[in-house]
């Protein structure tokens, strides 16, 4: 079962992220290291991200990597090189996480 993200819904008008249940914080630690990754490695067409897919949640076993990449309309997607596991990320861009953006204070 795809898991399709809209990162809005983790942050307030401001950008700053909103109060999370420990399950939506693991959830969420696991998406910005994808969309740190791969706003890092945006020309490339496949990012290999350092992620186990069981950092998803706490009850998960599968130690597959994770792969993503970025469609031309900015969502990105990502799955599991071993299981099922997959999902989108959209509204990404310009968030504390797109490096592509990001400028020194
Ligand atoms: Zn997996």
Redo the contacts with the bound molecule.
């Keep these: 079962m795809a898991l399709k993200v809209d990162f809005k819904q983790f942050l307030d008008e401001k950008g700053e992220v909103l109060a999370l249940t420990e399950q939506a914080k693991t959830v969420f630690n696991f998406l910005t290291k994808i969309v740190l990754s791969v706003s890092e490695n945006i020309e490339q067409p496949l990012i290999d991200v350092d992620l186990n ?2 950092t998803r949640g706490t009850e998960l076993s ?1 130690e ?1 990597s994770i792969e993503a990449s970025c469609s031309s309309i900015n969502i990105i997607e990502w799955h ?1 090189d ?2 099922e ?1 997959s999902g989108t990320i959209s509204n990404w861009k310009g968030s504390i996480w797109d490096i592509q953006k990001r400028t020194i204070h």
Excluded: Q, V
């Design positions: 897919c069981n599968c597959g599991c071993t299981c596991a």
